[in-house]
């Protein structure tokens, strides 16, 4: 079993441009989140989608954040254009649903300069 | 509005002595709670879990208890190793998880020779 995983591990870019993590689920898992963590706020739910629908995406700063799940095996989460306080690690989960528990991939660590 | 408080950002036990990290919720709309250890550079791993209809669960070393009129659970590490030095955080959810977890800001726990 493979795990979460995510691409690429770190991002370094300068402040507007556009930024793109990418998430493959764990094979046969129907729900997908992603999470922010910053020492100020700890893990946020920034949006989550079940059967590649998104379902809540109020957790999703503004605008300039987006999200897609085109199909089971794959997400997105973009930032554009991005700005210093974005800066963070990113991490996508997925899980089975219901009491089922989160799986999480080892992050993106972002830094916009 | 944090709606899971993990008060103590960081916790120091003595190897072979109980740990207990604590956890206080304020939606009493949760009926699932997780703890999940995460190491640097690596995501969040899950731990041991609990449902709101039971008050205790056990896992090897580690139990989870839950007060839900005081709206507070906590985890025991029994007895401390090496290896659970880490940072701990505690989640909690609607629907069973389905929803999505809340996770509060984490503790640190250090594990002393």
């Known amino acids: 079993d493979a795990g979460v995983i995510q691409s690429p591990r770190h991002e370094v870019t300068e402040m507007g441009q556009e930024v793109t993590l990418r998430c493959k689920p764990i094979?046969?898992?129907?729900?997908l989140f992603w999470y922010r963590q910053t020492m100020m706020r700890g893990l946020e739910l920034l949006i989550y989608?079940?059967?590649?629908?998104?379902?809540?995406d109020s957790g999703m700063p503004e605008d300039r954040f987006s999200a897609k799940m085109p199909n089971a095996s794959f997400s997105t989460l973009k930032i554009q254009p991005s700005e210093p306080r974005d800066s963070a690690v990113y991490f996508c989960?997925?899980?089975?649903?219901?009491?089922?528990?989160?799986?999480f991939g080892n992050g993106t660590r972002l830094t916009v300069t | 509005d944090q709606q899971v408080k993990q008060n103590s950002p960081s916790l120091s036990v003595q190897e072979g002595r109980i740990s207990i990290l604590n956890c206080d919720y304020t939606?009493?709309?949760?009926?699932?709670f997780l703890w999940y250890k995460k190491y640097p550079a690596e995501g969040p791993t899950f731990l041991i879990s609990?449902?709101?209809?039971?008050d205790k669960n056990e896992d090897g070393r580690f139990t989870v208890f839950l007060n839900k009129s005081a709206k507070h659970l906590s985890l025991h590490i029994v007895p401390s190793q090496p290896g659970d030095s880490a940072v701990y955080f505690c989640g909690s959810g609607t629907g069973g998880g389905a929803d999505g977890l809340t996770f509060g800001k984490g503790t640190h726990l250090i594990i002393q020779p």
């Open positions: 609990i449902s709101s209809i039971k």
């Open positions: 989608f079940n059967n590649n629908v998104p379902i809540d």
């Open positions: 094979s046969g898992h129907n729900s």
């Open positions: 989960a997925s899980s089975r649903g219901g009491h089922s528990p989160l799986h």
């Open positions: 939606n009493s709309m949760f009926d699932y």
